[in-house]
């Protein structure tokens, strides 16, 4: 059961591991917003490849799924980047249940963007959890862990491509284990340290910018390739300029900046040539790429060519 990219290595490597892939079971596409056809289902296109069974319910703990469910008599259901939460009534439809590759350290980052909340929150380290499902979501006993180091300038996407591999094998054993009838080492999470990560939203995106320039650093790490990171700049004429900031970078030399650094987080401290700073709660914030709503992204001078941007201008 999957629907997304980061489950895609893990569906091939079970195809090639000689266990038996009854169907896939998938979500039905649906437009996204501002798309008129949905986005492409990766893990379709495998199974299609591979010529194995497509089965894409609304629900997948309605009863017409669990009729088709229950006629597959499968061992166990595989579930990864699936967009659903199964029922206990569903889970009982499979013999030994389901498995769910999730991708942070259980307990910690329980919920659908687990890989986006440990950028943000500047975590250095992440891995893989296999565990046994039950109805309460990421909750289950854990099978294996597999941890990896956070590259300190790496992004959601770069890494989430990264732990997909990372987890190939974590569910391979997984299944062994079930197979041997040794799930007795699943160790029990403790939900006194379980952290939330909870589904991006847009809003999510906005910046604080008396946080530091390191949190925004981390930020637009973090909410590639959506909801991405933006502010607004308020002109003088016309309505504020939604400013989306795709590459940026902490100051760590202010010795070149002659601007007053004890403004207001927000300030824009120097804007020309090449250059973009803006004072934060703490360090400073260089801009080095960005993009104005409603056009192409651009180096920081290019913009300034097109935009001249006042010293001491308030960002937010």
Not at 82 to 103: D, K
Not at 107 to 135: K, L
Not at 209 to 216: D, M, P
Not at 291 to 299: F, I, N, V
Request: with cysteine.
């Amino acid at each position: 059961m999957g629907t997304g990219p980061f489950a895609v290595p893990t569906f091939e490597s079970l195809i090639d591991s000689g266990h038996q892939i009854l169907a896939l079971v998938t979500r039905p596409d649906r437009p996204t917003y501002h798309r008129e056809k949905s986005p492409i289902n990766p893990m379709r296109a495998v199974a299609k490849s591979h010529s194995i069974d497509v089965f894409e319910p609304e629900s997948v703990n309605s009863l017409e799924a669990h009729s088709w469910l229950q006629f597959q008599k499968a061992d166990l259901f595989a579930v990864c980047d699936y967009g659903q939460i199964l029922s206990q009534n569903t889970l009982g439809l499979a013999r030994l249940g389901g498995i769910n590759l999730h991708a942070s350290l259980l307990p910690t980052y329980r919920g659908a963007a687990p890989i986006n909340w440990a950028i943000f929150h500047g975590e250095t380290e992440t891995g893989v959890s296999v565990i046994h499902m039950t109805q309460q979501l990421d909750a289950g006993p854990v099978l294996i862990q597999r941890r990896i180091a956070i590259d300190p300038r790496e992004t959601a996407p770069e890494l989430e491509s990264r732990l997909a591999i990372l987890g190939m094998n974590a569910v391979l054993e997984a299944i062994k284990q079930l197979r041997h009838g040794v799930s007795s080492r699943a160790v029990l999470q403790d939900s006194r340290s379980a952290t939330k990560a909870p589904r991006l939203k847009k809003e999510d995106g906005l910046i604080i910018w008396s946080r530091s320039a390191t949190a925004i650093f981390n930020q637009v790490r973090a909410f590639q390739p959506w909801p991405k990171t933006y502010t607004f700049w308020k002109r003088p004429v016309g309505e504020p300029m939604r400013l989306i900031l795709e590459r940026v970078k902490v100051v760590e030399d202010r010795a070149d900046i002659a601007a007053n650094t004890t403004s207001s987080p927000g300030t824009v401290l120097l804007a020309q040539a090449n250059d973009i700073i803006v004072a934060c709660g703490e360090q400073l914030l260089r801009i080095e790429q960005l993009q104005p709503a409603g056009k192409r992204t651009m180096l920081a001078g290019e913009f300034l060519r097109g935009h001249p941007l006042p010293t001491g201008t308030l960002l937010g």
